[in-house]
């Protein structure tokens, strides 16, 4: 069993920058690769980032690639998402999840996720 716990959200005007982090407790967190996933107001959930067991290989969405990178550090248990250039349309409430195969989108194939915090960017 993993717990995940995102924080870091908050409101940016668009244009700036923001980083959100995830921290894990409970097994072996270089066991998990992890990802970063949205959801904006009456839409479905998004996936945005990825990171291999060891953060040797990433994997993104095209919508956020050059502008998002997704970074970890085992020895914390803490996986980062550091957003620049954002936009009004990367507001959303953000989650983390942990997953045991390298999921990169794949929903179904995360078996953990946080509780999400808030990301809003403004005009």
């Known amino acids: 069993q993993v717990q995940l716990v995102e924080s870091g959200g908050g409101l940016v005007q668009a244009g700036g920058s923001l980083s959100v982090s995830c921290t894990a407790s409970?097994?072996?967190?270089?066991?998990?690769?992890m990802g970063w996933f949205r959801r904006a107001p009456g839409k479905e959930r998004e996936f945005v980032a990825a990171?291999?067991?060891?953060?040797?290989?990433?994997y993104y969405t095209d919508s956020v690639k050059g502008r998002f990178t997704i970074s970890r550090d085992n020895a914390k248990n803490t996986v980062y998402l550091h957003m620049n250039s954002l936009k009004p349309e990367d507001t959303a409430v953000y989650y983390c999840?942990?997953?045991?195969?390298?999921?990169?989108?794949?929903?179904?194939?995360?078996?953990?996720w946080g509780q999400g915090t808030q990301v809003t960017v403004s005009s």
């Open positions: 409970g097994r072996t967190f270089s066991r998990y690769t």
């Open positions: 990171i291999t067991w060891t953060g040797d290989s990433t």
């Open positions: 999840a942990a997953s045991e195969v390298w999921a990169r989108s794949s929903t179904r194939h995360y078996n953990y």
